[in-house]
């Protein structure tokens, strides 16, 4: 294989794997931190938390049809200047 086809092919493979990582973090940016609350009436009786980051989803109390935002914050959000 000549030098120019191995060039290629190694700039190629790079832009491959550059690409994929670049993907990997825009999903990550694009992720949110959802909270929730389940309502009954006036009085609240649930929550919920939704880590589109991570893919986890945190429930506690009762769900009930009434579902509430109270929240969000994006998954790229700098947390350290938080005092």
Do not use: H
């Not at 009786?45 to 935002?69: D, I, P």
């Amino acid at each position: 294989m000549s030098k120019i086809k191995k060039t290629a092919i190694t700039i190629l493979a790079a832009a491959g794997v550059l690409t994929a990582a670049t993907s990997a973090i825009a999903g990550k940016q694009n992720g949110w931190i959802l909270e929730y609350t389940y309502m009954s009436g006036g009085n609240l009786v649930g929550e919920q938390v939704v880590n589109q980051c991570t893919g986890a989803v945190f429930t506690t109390g009762q769900v009930t049809s009434n579902k509430v935002l109270r929240a969000s914050e994006p998954c790229s959000y700098d947390m350290s200047d938080n005092r």
